[in-house]
């Protein structure tokens, strides 16, 4: 698990992007949807013909449509145009763009429109997400501080700073001493479409006891889970994988979850397995196999197929059957765009898109240094907050 979340507003230069791509069978073009990218110089939009680099300090909401940047003493986002001292990088950004955490050693800045509240921080924290109301913060508390090597989720009152445990599924006080403890390995998130729920995949977490487990006396096995976290409720619950999950490469398992925010996809590809769960029963519904791959997964899924992927291979799982198609380079994340017609695919260097019927590739841009592509906006998408130049 990355820094959870794994979370757009103008703070970088404007380049078009070229069409001088070598051709390989496929010309570049303008990009049907909007793209967000996380880079090797930080998150870039590609948006039609264009291209904007926000630069390293800069965060994006879970679902992609705002990101606060800082560039030369200036914080900019939907809700924000500052000047602040030197050294401060956004950190998380709330799901409806109000809010942005930024955050420098010993200390984190929350900004909320017009209003900064800065917060001494003890011990080693991490900003996670925030609560739907924005008054609170989910962090990651590493433990031990100086050397840590396992971390618990907290919530933090934006109002004191004081930090307290989460909420068990039936909205009780965690007690002392059964507070979940994780690795941090393997970490992945997805949000709901409602914007209400958080669920992170933890991968390699041998011995780890949930709080049920702390609670009742009894022990879990299990090398994988899904962390549900409420971010209204303020609640938790761990959704446990079967074996295999959890025991191969962290890069060979991938999470996603459908439009209607009603089936999660967790899949390794190490083994072929891939889990279907239920979001409103927090129970896995099924698990079947999948041809393996090797390389970084990727899942996408809507409400009737389910797309993997893995080095230069994308499978498609529909109706019971089963296709697979190649992509140019290594992939680099998977995501459908809003009407399901289109396959994006980032690949070295570049992104390519595909029709998500036949696999045939309609088009591709080229986006130098990319990591992971991390969303897909309609053409209509809200991204920002401010005025678009060039478009």
């Known amino acids: 698990m990355t820094t959870r979340r794994d979370l757009l507003i ?103 429109g017009e209003n900064q509240t800065r917060l001494p921080v003890a011990g080693n924290i991490q900003a996670d997400a925030f609560t739907t109301d924005t008054l609170g913060l989910f962090v990651l508390e590493w433990l031990p501080a100086e050397a840590p090597d396992h971390y618990r989720v907290r919530l933090m009152d934006l109002g004191t700073g004081a930090l307290s445990p989460l909420l068990t599924r039936d909205k009780r006080p965690v007690p002392a001493g059964a507070e979940e403890e994780m690795r941090g390995e393997g970490r992945q998130a997805v949000l709901s479409p409602d914007r209400q729920t958080l669920y992170t995949l933890y991968t390699h977490q041998p011995g780890h006891q949930h709080t049920r487990n702390l609670l009742a006396g009894t022990r879990s096995d299990v090398h994988a889970f899904v962390h549900v976290l409420h971010l209204e409720q303020r609640w938790a619950y761990c959704l446990d994988l079967p074996h295999p999950f959890g025991e191969g490469p962290a890069e060979s398992h991938a999470i996603a979850i459908d439009p209607d925010g009603r089936r999660l996809a967790v899949v390794d590809l190490a083994s072929g397995s891939l889990a279907y769960a239920d979001t409103h029963r927090l129970a896995i519904t099924s698990v079947i196999s999948v041809p393996k791959g090797a390389g970084t997964a990727a899942v996408a899924l809507d409400a009737s197929r389910t797309f993997l992927g893995a080095g230069r291979t994308v499978t498609l799982l529909e109706g019971g059957g089963t296709s697979r198609w190649t992509v140019p380079s290594p992939l680099r994340g998977l995501h459908l765009n809003h009407a399901g017609d289109l396959l994006y695919a980032g ?36 991204v920002g907050g401010s005025p678009d130049p060039g478009t």
């Not at 696999?359 to 998408?381: E, F």
Request: charged fraction near 20%; glycine fraction near 12%; aromatic fraction near 4%.
């Open 347 to 382: 690949g070295t260097d570049e992104i390519v898109w595909l029709d998500a019927a036949s696999g045939a590739i309609r088009g591709r841009v080229r986006v130098p240094g990319l990591q992971t592509l991390r969303h897909v906006l309609g053409s209509q998408g809200r």
């Open 10 to 112: 103008l703070a970088g230069a404007v380049a078009g992007l070229s069409a001088c791509d070598p051709p390989r069978r496929t010309p570049v073009t303008a990009v049907p949807d909007r793209l967000i990218a996380r880079t090797t110089g930080g998150l870039v939009t590609v948006d039609g013909s264009t291209t904007r680099r926000w630069g390293e300090r800069s965060a994006v909401s879970p679902d992609g449509s705002f990101v606060y940047a800082m560039k030369d003493g200036t914080l900019t986002g939907p809700a924000a145009n500052a000047q602040l001292e030197a050294g401060w990088a956004p950190e998380v950004v709330s799901a409806d763009g109000t809010a942005c955490v930024l955050r420098r050693p010993g200390s984190l800045l929350v900004t909320h």
